[in-house]
């Protein structure tokens, strides 16, 4: 208890330098304050009773409540529709959590209990997340260069390019949003400045190689989780984003909204 007292206190420094330099955040600083700890109230209380009942049944309802979740938070950061992205990106992020969280477990911990809560809710929840953090600019930036750059789109098709030829160059540029994070991550760990992983592993007493060779394969797969899943998100929004004619339908519809 005195532990947890100590560390709520330290905001204290942070909010006095602020206001003694005239930076008025104290108000945002308390709400995001007090929301961060009641989520995570919150989810400490989901998770202390998944973890004590460790059944199956509990431990996968979680982890798909989570891609759900994630699922909402990319359409909503990407500022696309629910109704018509969510299942899309569902399925990106369930496809992606499911065969990269299996090969991370089985490198991790080899073949028994791979449905365990302490290595299925963690390993889920660091993939999820690093799927939210990646795809949701990328979703953005692909959608968005079909908005505003549709022309380009129709004067490909116009001269003879197939839909996936016509589309290529705003899904690379979403790939390319997706990859320069994790570039610009492996060429910053240095000492000093490694990811937290290595860290908190050291921390709770992990021996250094096991630490080093953990977060090397938590950094490839959730790498490849955010590739995979931006790609399977894609491929099942096109069915709902391109009419048969492989018009987009977005721009049809503000063509009409401008005609009316």
């Not at 509990?58 to 409540?65: K, R």
């Amino acid at each position: 208890m005195l532990g947890c007292i100590i560390g709520l206190l330290m905001a204290i420094v942070p909010i006095y330098l602020l206001e003694v330099n005239g930076v008025k955040f104290l108000f945002k600083i308390l709400r995001a304050l007090v929301k961060m700890l009641v989520f995570l109230g919150i989810t400490g209380l989901c998770l202390y009773f998944v973890f004590k009942w460790n059944v199956v049944y509990a431990n996968v309802l979680f982890v798909l409540l989570m891609m759900a979740f994630g699922s909402l938070m990319i359409v909503v950061k990407s500022r696309l529709g629910v109704g018509h992205y969510l299942l899309p990106t569902f399925a990106g992020v369930f496809l992606a959590t499911v065969i990269v969280g299996i090969c991370l477990i089985l490198a991790v911990k080899g073949f028994d209990n791979v449905l365990d809560a302490n290595m299925l809710i963690p390993v889920s929840a660091l993939l999820i997340w690093a799927i939210m953090e990646t795809n949701a600019p990328a979703m953005r930036t692909y959608y968005m260069g079909l908005r505003h750059h549709g022309q380009l789109y129709e004067y490909l098709l116009g001269n003879g390019a197939t839909h996936r030829q016509a589309v290529r160059y705003f899904i690379k540029r979403a790939f390319e949003c997706v990859s320069i994070p994790y570039i610009r991550r492996m060429a910053l760990v240095v000492i000093g400045f490694s990811p937290i992983i290595v860290w908190s592993l050291l921390l709770y007493g992990v021996d250094v190689w096991t630490a080093i060779v953990f977060q090397a394969i938590v950094f490839i797969g959730t790498f490849c989780a955010s590739v995979l899943s931006l790609y399977v998100s894609l491929l099942v929004a096109g069915k709902f984003s391109f009419d048969k004619y492989g018009n987009f339908k977005d721009n049809i519809k503000q063509e009409k909204e401008k005609e009316e």
